[in-house]
């Protein structure tokens, strides 16, 4: 069953993040490590996209404090658009604040070490992204 995916996309690195096949739990997937390349941080993406078998795509959209969208809004933006143009899954954005603190404070629960909580916080970022997005979506129907 088709998947609703979640991405969190910075400078450096791709965090993924996926649902169950039931669409009710989120669970970080995999960090992809951005390249110098554009062309091969997109075909990346679209691999993980056919691998997890999505429906939708859910893009965490980093707003300030005050809701409005900056440079790295306008940067998620840009490379969300050329995604959209190589693949045929329909793309939403989601406000993204906060979701990096919250990972980062869920992580360090853990008994994790520093590297590895720096390695997996894009892809908690990308799950904490897409659970809100669940939470709103289940608490919108009916």
């Known amino acids: 069953m088709p998947r609703i995916v979640a991405l969190d996309v910075g400078d450096a690195t791709i965090g993924v993040a996926a649902t169950d096949e039931l669409r009710l739990i989120a669970s970080p997937v995999r ?21 997890l078998d999505a429906c939708l795509v859910v893009i965490g959209l980093p707003l300030d404090a005050e809701g409005e969208e900056g440079i790295q ?3 998620v933006k840009n490379f969300s658009n050329r995604l959209a143009r190589r693949v045929t899954v329909p793309i939403e954005f989601w406000d993204e604040r906060f979701s990096t603190a919250d990972a980062e404070e869920r992580l360090l629960e853990t008994d994790m070490s520093r590297a590895k909580r720096r390695e997996r916080i894009h892809a ?5 992204v ?8 289940l608490n919108n129907v009916g």
């Open 73 to 75: 809004a306008r940067k």
């Open 31 to 51: 960090t992809i490590h951005r390249t110098r390349s554009v062309k091969a941080d997109l075909s990346a993406v679209e691999e993980m996209l056919r691998e």
């Open 124 to 128: 908690a970022a990308a799950a904490i």
């Open 130 to 137: 897409l659970e809100s997005y669940l939470r709103e979506r």
